[in-house]
């Protein structure tokens, strides 16, 4: 797909996922400063957007990246033994 398929939104989205630090503190003011969204929104969209073949044209080592984090991340809350319920 094409990365013109991208709204303005999704490009700030992944322009800003690429300037800042994995663990910076101040990155949900900035996501809030910037797009003008809440942490929790920001990530719902980010999450679509690792599933888009047009984010993966705009941004592919971007992409790919977090896609491995993403599935390790899974993978791991998978493999953990469940704690018992009370």
């Not at 080592?61 to 977090?66: D, I, K």
Request: glycine residues 2%; without cysteine; aromatic residues 4%.
């Amino acid at each position: 797909m094409n990365p013109a398929a991208l709204s303005p939104r999704d490009i700030a989205i992944l322009d800003l996922e690429s300037r800042l630090p994995v663990h910076s503190v101040p990155k949900e003011e900035e996501i809030d400063t910037v797009l003008n969204l809440s942490a929790v929104r920001y990530y719902q969209l980010l999450g679509h957007l690792l599933d888009s073949s047009a984010a993966l044209a705009y941004d592919p080592l971007l992409v790919r990246r977090l896609r491995r984090l993403r599935d390790a991340d899974r993978a791991r809350r998978v493999s953990q033994p469940r704690s018992a319920i009370a």
